[in-house]
């Protein structure tokens, strides 16, 4: 009888330290007492990229900031990627019974938002999205087609096979059209040399085939859009918005004049004050 249940114990606690090393596709920190609010940030960046925000809001406000599996040197998970820290955000959401909660998301973490609003029964009550469109691939794939996005493609190969030289070089480019703070870009950079390669390559696979525009049609509850004009100007980023989001019925369109993508680092003051206005509407 002793064996029968030494063995049980053993396999008890053999389960749950696999259980607790299995790596997880969101890791959340929560700060505050209040309404709640996820946010969720953007491709490789983590939750820190949310500090100053969090600084101000947390003391009326429960903040909920996530970092997503693969970056801000969180452990990678198994593939796909996105449909899993979908999956997982849905879930964390109902475990934690947040009702009445807020989602502000940037870049993929806009997406993100826009997938969990249109999810049937639920619990979200207004999204915040910064500089997100509900189908980025539309944009950057001439004849987009989703089915034909793969993680084994001669560009995914390409980028699996840079350098670390190389490497470095494409993220010093991409990092310098994302902000107009030059200590901003190096953040991004680094955010972008940290992130977990397969993570950075076969993730973006994932964010490119997801196409929400129809899904659209399924939000009613209060939407925000904060879009940059750089570079590309107003008039060009209005067209836009208005064509990724028109199956949207109703949103309120806000531009963030002299800012590039990352609104919060190029424009951090203006940014939290129309955060605040927006939150103080619901």
């Not at 490789?44 to 809001?57: A, S």
């Not at 901003?184 to 977990?196: F, H, R």
């Amino acid at each position: 009888m002793k064996t029968i249940v030494l063995l049980i114990l053993s396999t008890f606690f053999s389960l749950t330290l696999t259980a607790e090393k299995t790596p997880k596709p969101i890791h959340v920190e929560v700060s505050g007492k209040g309404n709640p609010i996820i946010f969720i940030p953007g491709f490789t960046v983590p939750g820190d990229v949310w500090n100053p925000i969090v600084k101000e809001l947390e003391k009326t406000y429960e903040c909920h900031v996530v970092t997503l599996a693969g970056f801000g040197g969180k452990a990678p998970i198994e593939f796909p990627w996105l449909p899993k820290v979908n999956d997982a955000l849905n879930n964390y959401i109902i475990e934690n019974e947040l009702n009445n909660v807020t989602i502000i998301g940037h870049s993929l973490g806009g997406t993100i938002a826009t997938w969990l609003a249109s999810r049937k029964n639920s619990l979200v009550s207004d999204i915040i999205l910064v500089d997100a469109l509900p189908a980025a691939g539309t944009l950057m794939i001439p004849n987009f087609n989703p089915d034909e996005l793969a993680y084994d493609s001669p560009y995914n190969n390409q980028q699996l096979a840079m350098s670390d030289e190389q490497f470095e070089q494409m993220a010093t480019s991409m990092s310098q059209g994302m902000s107009l703070n030059k200590s901003a870009q190096e953040n991004i950079k680094t955010w972008i040399l940290t992130a977990d390669r397969k993570t950075y390559v076969y993730g973006y696979t994932d964010y490119l085939k997801l196409d929400l525009r129809e899904d659209l049609k399924n939000i009613s509850i209060p939407t925000t859009i904060i879009a940059a004009t750089k570079p590309y100007g107003k008039d060009m980023v209005t067209k836009t918005y208005s064509e990724q989001y028109a199956n949207l019925k109703h949103y309120n369109f806000i531009l963030a004049d002299d800012s590039a993508h990352f609104v919060m680092l190029d424009q951090p003051d203006w940014f939290l004050d129309t955060v605040k206005t927006v939150l103080s509407s619901k």
